[in-house]
């Protein structure tokens, strides 16, 4: 497709998302709602399509061409995420469902195990209820106790009463980078250098940052981040859990099946621990 000098940036960029060729109520569409979802690109409904036509086969369960070639595409997707959010490792990336799917995940296989009565969770009151209500379950469950930031007069994150509820009883920190509803940019590097002195876990929920701003977890320093593919033009469905390799390796399963054929015992003691 060519580009005629008239056309602006805006115009260009609609031509690569077909969804956005069509009227509502007699009036050519716009959406706003990106931070919800986003709308799919050609290229990317182009490479959907080009899977389902050429390879589409089961990853890391098949011996088969296919299988080989969707393996080594899925393999390649994460080798360009740790790229993109700076990880140390490829084995730092886990493809879950959604954003919500990883804070569960965090949640089910860390929080269930690792917190007791008393032990401190601090949220702020700007968390998307993703972020919230895995960790209610926890707490029901552990007896550990939520805790919120509250804003600033000016709508932002009040970095001093965050420091007032830190303290020995706090074991994780979970914050929004970019917030859905205020749009504000918590400085998260700082909550992870504070969060640690006290020994504590920092999970990010960058799910508005990843799509909009460059995103380095080893610059954070946080524990864990999650994102979400389908509010940066990816299909619905996936999402990324990063994790600290040490952290990641002592995690339970969260759930099995899938690749874990190898995990198969006729022995049922096995996993009486997990
Ligand atoms: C800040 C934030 N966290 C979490 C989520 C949940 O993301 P997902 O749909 O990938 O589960 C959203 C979605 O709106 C969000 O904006």
Not at 84 to 95: H, K, L, P, T, Y
């Amino acid at each position: 497709m060519t580009f005629t000098q008239e056309r602006t940036i805006a115009d260009q960029v609609r031509l690569d998302f077909p969804i956005l060729h069509q009227e509502v109520n007699g009036k050519p569409l716009v959406y706003f709602d990106n931070a919800a979802t986003s709308q799919k690109p050609l290229f990317v409904l182009d490479t959907l399509r080009d899977y389902y036509e050429q390879y589409n086969a089961n990853v890391h369960r098949g011996v088969h061409t296919l299988s080989a070639k969707a393996t080594e595409a899925y393999e390649a997707a994460r080798d360009k995420v740790t790229a993109f959010v700076n990880a140390a490792s490829r084995q730092e990336i886990v493809f879950t469902r959604n954003a919500t799917e990883a804070i569960n995940l965090v949640a089910y296989s860390w929080g269930m195990n690792n917190l007791q009565p008393g032990d401190e969770i601090i949220l702020s009151v700007m968390e998307h209820h993703s972020n919230i209500v895995p960790w209610q379950f926890v707490t029901a469950k552990t007896g550990a106790v939520l805790k919120f930031v509250e804003l600033t007069p000016e709508e932002t994150l009040d970095l001093e009463h965050f420091q007032k509820l830190l303290s020995d009883k706090t074991k994780l920190v979970s914050v929004v980078h970019v917030s859905n509803t205020l749009g504000c940019i918590n400085p998260v590097a700082e909550i992870c250098t504070l969060a640690h002195k006290y020994g504590a876990k920092v999970l990010i929920d960058a799910c508005q940052s990843v799509p909009h701003m460059p995103v380095d977890v080893q610059q954070i320093g946080c524990d864990w981040l999650v994102a979400s593919g389908h509010k940066m033009c990816a299909p619905t469905g996936i999402g990324i859990l990063y994790g600290k390799l040490e952290l990641l390796q002592a995690m339970p399963p969260f759930l099995g099946g899938g690749e874990m054929i190898a995990e198969v015992f006729l022995d049922h003691s096995t996993y009486a621990d997990l």
